[in-house]
């Protein structure tokens, strides 16, 4: 008798199981966003969330919850129930260089989570000001090989892409400059149009504005190719750094355990909407360029990125904090 109430709740559960799947969504979908209102990731986060709400007939709520360069987020995100209603929208620091920079984050990104959908990448942009005496990447790392620990840049962020960027360049071309530390993209700018350091490392779509002006001139591109919205600037590795490519991208996330059907249900409607004309326009005013693939194919490129930093991190000898 036993036995056969347990085979009828198991049957039952799963029954009940399979019918909450099919039937999703039934109620409003939370997107735990991974920095404050106004940034970036909220930018694109809000633009997303507004069509995808339009074709799951259900509210998408934005719940910004930002700290640690996205790992409050992520840590909330990760303890939440794995029923598709509370998905993470971050970035890659919170889901891949703030792993490989720092100890016990209270959450392991490549096992914490189901990567959904990939949704933007931004480029970041090697910069200096317009009274500056550099015409070209190659000038800037001329006499910063000429001058080693005398050329300073500003950084945006230790962890951040950018910041992984200038290390990157570092290593690559062998030079040895200093890191001035800034609280965002804002005052590392105007510290780079005033000459008080060389260059800035910072993200295009921040700076995109101040190249248009006139106020600084831009060097290189991050990306392995040249930028849609700026396709004149040359990338850093056609500049003598072949695989030079670094990126802040962005992605959807779901608490492991997530059903498998949500998952692709999601990514589904995800990719259908970075398709749209409309959506694609509004990311690129942004400063972004759309992302698509599977579930599997982010999956596999998440994974990728993580092994790729930790190679660089170890072998550049810097520190986990």
Same mark, same amino acid.
Request: hydrophobic share 45%.
């Given at each position: 008798?036993?036995l056969l109430? +347990?085979?009828?709740?198991?049957?039952a559960?799963?029954?009940?199981g399979f019918?909450?799947v099919?039937a999703? $969504?039934?109620?409003?979908?939370?997107? @735990?966003v991974?920095? $404050?209102?106004?940034? &970036?990731? #909220?930018?694109?986060?809000?633009?997303l *969330?507004?069509?995808l709400?339009?074709r799951?007939?259900?509210?998408?709520?934005? #719940?910004?919850?930002?700290?640690m360069?996205?790992?409050?987020?992520?840590q909330?995100?990760?303890k939440? %129930?794995? #029923?598709?209603y509370?998905?993470?929208?971050?970035?890659?620091?919170? &889901?891949?260089?703030?792993?490989?920079?720092?100890?016990?984050?209270?959450y392991?990104a490549?096992v914490?989570?189901?990567p959904?959908?990939p949704?933007?990448?931004?480029p970041?942009?090697?910069?200096?000001?317009?009274e500056? %005496?550099y015409?070209?990447?190659?000038d800037l790392?001329?006499?910063?090989?000429a001058?080693?620990g005398?050329?300073?840049y500003?950084s945006?962020?230790t962890?951040?892409? %950018? +910041?992984?960027?200038?290390?990157?360049?570092?290593?690559m071309?062998?030079?040895? @400059?200093?890191?001035?530390?800034y609280k965002?993209a804002? %005052?590392?700018?105007?510290?780079?149009?005033?000459?008080?350091?060389a260059?800035?490392? #910072?993200?295009l779509?921040?700076?995109l504005q101040?190249?248009?002006?006139?106020?600084i001139r831009?060097?290189g591109?991050s990306s392995?190719?040249?930028?849609? =919205?700026?396709?004149?600037i040359?990338?850093v590795?056609?500049?003598?750094?072949p695989g030079f490519?670094v990126?802040? +991208?962005?992605g959807?996330?779901?608490? *492991?355990?997530?059903?498998?059907?949500? =998952?692709?249900?999601l990514?589904?409607?995800?990719n259908?909407?970075l398709?749209?004309?409309?959506?694609?326009?509004k990311?690129?005013n942004?400063?972004?360029?759309? &992302?698509y693939? *599977?579930?599997?194919e982010?999956a596999?490129?998440?994974?990728s990125e993580?092994e790729? +930093?930790?190679?660089?991190?170890?072998a550049?000898g810097?520190?986990?904090?």
């Open positions: 008798m036993k109430s +347990w085979i009828f709740s198991c049957i559960s799963l029954f009940f019918s909450a099919a999703y $969504p039934e109620k409003p979908i939370k997107f @735990i991974t920095f $404050p209102a106004g940034g &970036m990731t #909220d930018l694109l986060a809000r633009n *969330s507004t069509e709400q339009k799951l007939e259900q509210p998408v709520i934005i #719940d910004n919850r930002g700290g360069g996205g790992s409050i987020g992520a909330v995100g990760a939440s %129930p794995a #029923d598709g509370t998905v993470v929208f971050a970035n890659v620091g919170a &889901m891949t260089l703030n792993t490989v920079l720092y100890k016990n984050l209270g392991d490549l914490d989570f189901i959904v959908a949704i933007a990448a931004l970041n942009v090697v910069a200096v000001s317009a500056s %005496p015409q070209t990447l190659a790392v001329r006499d910063a090989r001058n080693p005398k050329m300073s500003a945006t962020g962890g951040a892409s %950018p +910041w992984m960027g200038s290390e990157l360049l570092k290593i071309a062998k030079i040895d @400059i200093v890191e001035v530390p965002g804002a %005052p590392a700018l105007l510290d780079t149009i005033a000459g008080r350091t260059f800035v490392f #910072d993200g779509a921040s700076s101040q190249i248009k002006s006139g106020k831009a060097l591109i392995a190719q040249r930028a849609v =919205i700026a396709p004149e040359p990338t590795a056609e500049q003598g750094y490519d990126v802040a +991208w962005y959807l996330w779901a608490p *492991s355990g997530t059903p498998k059907e949500i =998952i692709q249900r990514n589904r409607e995800v259908s909407i398709k749209t004309p409309e959506i694609k326009e990311f690129e942004l400063g972004a360029e759309v &992302m693939g *599977s579930a599997d982010f596999a490129y998440h994974r993580y790729r +930093w930790i190679k660089f991190v170890r550049s810097i520190k986990q904090q």
